[in-house]
């Protein structure tokens, strides 16, 4: 064997109660696990290298089900935001904006879209362009070598919308309706898992639901799933989310709600309402799953907040209508007296809106303040700070928007489709600790100190549930002859290092992570290994 892992206290994904063991690996997977107390005549494993796991949690490793790292994977090969927490599998593609399928044009638009999320991707040498081309760019990453964690895809459905239809606000014509299918297809076929979408974000936005609907159902004939960033996580969310129950259920498509949240003054206490809805369409035979981060507050772009008539024609339409005095005071009503479909139909307060992240280090003064105070040490109404904010970084600033509810968040994540989900940026000064402490703050916080899940319970939603979603054989659990992808914790002492002042400080009681039975975490440092690959659906057409 290659290691055994002595006396470890097994959590094993499932569910069930954990037991002591020890776990032998070879050749990157699992190859035995001998009990405690196993009967006589049952020898412990031995190997060419033995860990003494006493006192430690070995778990399967942690598949965060929204991950923002696209470019990330390719610019850092040490990636100890997601490889120090125990995440060996991260899914991308998220929000219906990414970097695969795309002509030169689309390229050159999304890059600039979502600068905010990934950087303006000029260190990166773009040499793809369909989502098999992209997901073999990650396998020789970094001279070949791979990447520090995998990567599952999902179609972007706004990127495809680009690619297809541009950036107006219509309805797509048949031609176009049958450009996005092949798109969708074509990508699924190269191994993507399911198609996301950004319904809060243009030009995904634009897609009336039988558009979505038929692209569904190009997804359901792959076994793929649906992921949406669906059309309000405010005022009408709950509508929202039937919305996206009724689609799928049309399609014949798989469900998995986005950083299934209810937010904002308006969503107070109504998570029940959200679960309600979701175990009916359980109990009628819909096959919906969910995730969440174990925050209250969100993080987007600041100008995902702006109405979605406002980017038609893409970001330089949307800086010369800022630029325009008129257009701008149109915008600011639409924000602060309508309730803009950007800020999910609730009027924008100022104040819960905190910059955290510029593309121009020159206005890095504003990292860490709410627009208001801004606005306040200017003498000057919010949105004319936001607007000048806007127009100076040229639409690159990302946000924190401090409206969740911390009853919701823990009663959804107490469901039995839950799955975590960092919905991690790495970009910017000051970015959602989120990032870099989602899974230790689920069991350090939410388990041993809350006790809102039980450690067994919390495992399985971050391992065999997501893997289950994924439909991957051979992962999510701690079994003879599934890949060793496993993190090692400390049940008593795990916790997130990052805050929300300190954002970037690694998690504490997680002392081993492995991928493909190698250290990529030993004694809590980041070793050089890149065991990461990009994880290839296998279509099922």
């Known amino acids: 064997m290659d ?66 790292s696209d470019l990330a994977l390719l610019r850092d090969p040490d990636h100890s935001a997601k490889a120090a927490q125990g995440v060996t599998l991260e899914v991308l593609g998220q929000d219906g904006l990414s970097y695969a399928p795309v002509d030169d044009r689309t390229l050159a638009e999304v890059r600039r879209a979502i600068t905010g999320w990934n950087g303006d991707g000029s260190d990166i040498d773009f040499d793809w362009r369909s989502v098999g081309e992209y997901l073999d760019r990650l396998d020789r990453s970094h001279g070949g070598q791979g990447i520090a964690v995998n990567a599952a895809y999902l179609v972007p459905q706004g990127t495809v919308r680009m690619h297809a239809v541009g950036w107006e606000d219509r309805e797509a014509t048949p031609e176009e309706l049958d450009r996005m299918r092949r798109l969708v297809a074509e990508g699924m076929e190269q191994g993507a898992f399911g198609m996301s979408s950004g319904l809060t974000y243009t030009p995904g936005m634009y897609a009336a639901d039988a558009e979505l609907t038929e692209l569904c159902k190009v997804v359901a004939r792959y076994g793929g799933y649906y992921c949406p960033h669906h059309r309000s996580y405010g005022a009408g969310a709950l509508q929202a989310y039937e919305e996206m129950v009724t689609l799928t259920r049309e399609a014949g498509c798989a469900l998995h709600l986005a950083h299934a949240t209810m937010n904002f003054g308006v969503n107070k206490g109504k998570a ?19 995730d969440t981060y174990p925050y209250t507050p969100g993080c987007t772009t600041l100008v995902a907040m702006l109405p979605s008539w406002v980017s038609e024609g893409g970001p330089e339409a949307v800086l010369a209508r800022l630029r325009d ?21 609730v009027p924008i307060e100022w104040d819960t809106i905190e910059i955290s992240g510029v593309s121009d280090p020159g206005l890095a003064s504003c990292v860490g303040k709410t627009i208001a105070r801004s606005a306040e040490m200017r003498g000057e109404a919010p949105w004319v700070t936001a607007r000048r ?71 399985a939603h971050l391992t065999s549930r997501p893997a289950a979603r994924l ?71």
């Open 389 to 459: 904010l806007l127009i100076d970084d040229r639409l690159g600033s990302t946000i924190l928007q401090h409206v969740g509810h911390e009853e919701n968040v823990r009663t959804i994540m107490r469901h039995r489709v839950h799955t975590g989900g960092s919905d991690g940026i790495l970009q910017g000064f000051k970015p959602h600790p989120r990032a870099y402490g989602t899974f230790p703050q689920y069991l350090g916080r939410y388990v041993r100190e809350l006790g809102v899940l039980s450690l067994e319970e919390c495992v």
């Open 325 to 345: 005095d008129a257009t701008a005071e149109r915008i600011r009503h639409d924000l602060e007296v309508v309730g803009s479909d950007g800020c999910h139909g």
């Open 471 to 541: 439909r991957l054989p051979d992962r999510g659990l701690v079994r003879e002859g599934y890949r060793a992808d496993l993190v090692l914790f400390d049940p008593a002492t795990v916790a997130p290092g990052s805050t929300f002042d300190a954002p970037r400080t690694l998690p504490v009681g997680i002392p081993h992570v492995l991928i493909d039975g190698k250290f990529v975490i030993e004694d809590t440092k980041r070793t050089p290994v890149l065991a990461g690959r990009a994880i290839r659906r296998t279509p099922t057409p």
């Open 3 to 68: 290691l055994v892992i002595r006396d470890a206290e097994v959590v094993d994904g499932s569910g069930g109660p954990s037991y002591r063991a020890d776990v032998a690996l070879d050749g990157g997977r699992i190859a035995a696990i001998v009990k405690e107390g196993a009967a006589a005549g049952c020898q412990r494993p031995t190997a060419r290298r033995v860990l003494d796991a006493d006192g430690l949690a070995l778990s399967p490793g942690f598949i965060d089900m929204h991950a923002h």
């Open 272 to 290: 029940p309402d959200l679960l309600a809805l979701l175990d009916r369409a359980l109990d009628e035979g819909a096959d919906i799953s969910l």
